[in-house]
């Protein structure tokens, strides 16, 4: 079983939908989360981050974790076209603090 | 934000020559920074742990003799890759928790082409 688990994709949503991205996670110590960002060729951009569990907003971004499912996830509301790129879940680990990548799930919104 | 720079952003290098990739953090210290590779349209895969003033830790599968990893202060460290070979063709990105370890903090990346 791979540490963090993501869709692949790609997910295809039109413009002004909103569009969810899931994770899962196998280490039930960790606290941390977060959601990246990455456009083709860069280096990820953080988006969200996470603690407890329960829903955090920030603008048209929501993230989601419960712990008890060992699950996270990205909402993003009335997507744009610039919000197309791979989305990328992290842990970080039980008692350290390596940042552990899910495989990203690639997000394309239509114009 | 803190800022984590990295360099350079693109190289070129023939077979069996030797590349360094430097990573610093700028406005914070790094007693640990991680180095990670991302081949096309894959996740990022952590190689390494830099730990400033000790060894490097390296993930499994990782050959240390190949990529060479120096944390000689708390603002920088070093990635060489030895003996490049066409398949070390990637994207080479460093990162550097906080001090509360609630974000990482990454590099520009380094992308390295073996020819």
């Known amino acids: 079983q791979k540490e963090v688990e993501q869709n692949s994709g790609p997910l295809s949503v039109p413009e002004g939908a909103i569009a969810s991205l899931n994770c899962t996670y196998s280490?039930?110590?960790?606290?941390?989360f977060f959601w990246y960002r990455q456009y083709s060729g860069k280096s990820p951009e953080l988006i969200m981050s996470?603690?407890?569990?329960g829903d955090k907003e920030d603008g048209r971004f929501t993230a989601q974790l419960n712990k008890a499912s060992q699950y996270v996830s990205l909402l993003i509301r009335d997507s744009q076209p610039s919000d197309s790129a791979t989305y990328l879940c992290?842990?970080?680990?039980?008692?350290?603090?390596?940042?552990?990548f899910g495989a990203g799930t690639r997000l394309f919104v239509k114009a | 934000g803190a800022v984590v720079s990295q360099h350079p952003s693109r190289v070129i290098c023939k077979s069996g020559t030797s590349v360094k990739i430097e990573c610093r953090s700028l406005?914070?210290?790094?007693?640990?920074m991680f180095w990670y590779r991302q081949f096309p349209k894959q996740s990022l895969m952590l190689m390494a742990t830099?730990?400033?003033?000790?060894?490097?830790?390296?993930e499994q599968g990782v050959e240390k003799d190949k990529f060479l990893i120096n944390h000689a202060s708390l603002t920088l460290s070093t990635l060489t890759v030895t003996s490049a070979h066409p398949e070390d063709s990637s994207f080479y990105i460093c990162?550097?928790?906080?001090?509360?370890?609630?974000?990482?903090?990454f590099g520009q990346g380094t992308r390295l082409t073996v020819v």
């Open positions: 990162s550097a928790p906080d001090r509360a370890v609630t974000e990482a903090f």
């Open positions: 280490d039930r110590g960790s606290q941390s």
């Open positions: 996470i603690y407890s569990n």
């Open positions: 992290a842990v970080v680990n039980t008692g350290g603090f390596k940042t552990i």
């Open positions: 406005d914070f210290q790094a007693t640990t």
């Open positions: 830099s730990n400033e003033g000790s060894k490097a830790t390296y």
